[in-house]
């Protein structure tokens, strides 16, 4: 228990002696250690390798209305400190970060003046009234959508909501990231509809694309592509395997005035760096979850070294490449062997430049590594 002691939020099964009282699934449960010392409460998953996230760390404090929206309130005055809500360039962003704003099993993702949510636990979906009372308090939306993934909701027993939950269907979801403008369909593809973890890393892309050849794979709806765009580079090729995908992204590259810089093709991004024989001067690399589990690493590990042996194999010598890892279970070290092993596979040397990680509205408590799950490495390529 001395991680759960030191803030850790996760309670795993094996650190689990016994259960008392007849608790079910969902139900509020008290967690205590072997001396009988109070360390929190957050609500059962019987059958989970995670059966209680804590939520609490007092006796005294409710689970209600207003304790959601205390830990909504700060949630949104952190993301204004560090420099997030308060300007129109930037109106697009996570509000809320389940384990890293003290709310287990929730994420909102901000699309201008509409919610999107996920509800990962049943404990929360149990809850569903009070928070969407809470977050209607806080930030006033004018419409909530329910995009909490099929495959969650079975795992923890419940049926999850789909579409609107509270206020009116918009005809799309409008906002702004760093001044780039997005309309999006409010079913479209991935997660919430957008991966806001990675908006600081597509400023460095930006930065680094002045005159350059960038290849996107597994762009989704292109905001590297469309960064890139804006930061001068010559030609933007992004390629994804969703049809949907590429169709809205052409949509917004056209919006923004980009559509002579980018294309999007659907297609296979391993076999589109496979055939680029050196042609781009940055590529980035930014795959799907490889390893959702920590049984799935090793064979994830395969895969990246693949991924960043072709990454290097579509860039020119001097040329840079960019590879990324959503997969908690693989650490930067881990992803940097990956790459270390790419290279040699390509037959050049890579030389690793940056790092970088997820953005502030993600944040990760100090006691919880496992919360630090977005990485990536920018590197030079080179002949050998």
């Not at 409460?41 to 409710?62: H, K, M, Q």
């Not at 999107?116 to 939306?141: C, H, N, S, W, Y």
Request: proline letters at 4%; a neutral charge.
């Amino acid at each position: 228990m001395q991680p759960v002691w030191a803030g850790h939020p996760w309670v795993y099964a094996q650190a689990i002696d016994r259960v008392e009282g007849g608790a079910t699934r969902g139900d509020e449960v008290r967690v205590v250690d072997p001396r009988g010392n109070f360390l929190g409460r957050g609500f059962y998953s019987p059958g989970s390798a995670i059966p209680v996230r804590l939520l609490v760390r007092d006796e005294a404090t409710a689970i209600d209305t207003a304790l959601f929206r205390t830990k909504f309130e700060r949630a949104l005055a952190l993301r204004k400190q560090m420099g997030l809500g308060s300007s129109p360039e930037t109106t697009g962003y996570r509000v809320v970060h389940a384990e890293g704003d003290g709310v287990p099993g929730l994420i909102v993702d901000r699309f201008g003046d509409v919610l999107v949510v996920q509800i990962l636990t049943l404990g929360m979906k149990d809850r569903e009234a009070m928070i969407l009372e809470a977050l209607g308090q806080v930030f006033a939306p004018k419409a909530i959508i329910d995009r909490t993934p099929a495959g969650a909701a079975k795992a923890e027993g419940f049926t999850e909501s789909k579409g609107v939950v509270r206020g009116e269907a918009p005809d799309a979801i409008a906002f702004t990231e760093r001044g780039i403008e997005w309309s999006l369909p409010s079913d479209v593809g991935q997660k919430t509809g957008f991966y806001f973890d990675q908006r600081d890393l597509r400023g460095r892309v930006e930065a680094l694309a002045k005159g350059k050849r960038v290849l996107d794979a597994y762009s989704y709806i292109g905001a590297f592509g469309l960064a890139a765009a804006r930061g001068g580079a010559t030609e933007v090729v992004c390629v994804d395997e969703s049809a949907v995908a590429v169709e809205v992204g052409a949509e917004q590259a056209r919006a923004n005035g980009f559509e002579k810089i980018v294309s999007f093709q659907r297609g296979d991004a391993r076999r589109t760096m496979q055939e680029a024989h050196a042609s781009f001067d940055l590529t980035v690399v930014d795959p799907p979850r490889l390893a959702p589990t920590r049984g799935a690493r090793e064979q994830a590990l395969v895969m990246y070294a693949k991924l960043a042996e072709l990454g290097c194999r579509a860039t020119k010598p001097g040329g840079l490449v960019v590879v990324c890892s959503c997969s908690a279970a693989v650490d930067l070290f881990a992803l940097t062997r990956a790459l270390a092993t790419g290279a040699v596979r390509a037959n050049v040397h890579a030389t690793v430049l940056e790092r970088a990680f997820q953005g502030v509205d993600h944040p990760v408590p100090a006691a919880f590594a496992e919360g630090l799950y977005l990485k990536a490495i920018v590197a030079r390529v080179d002949k050998r």
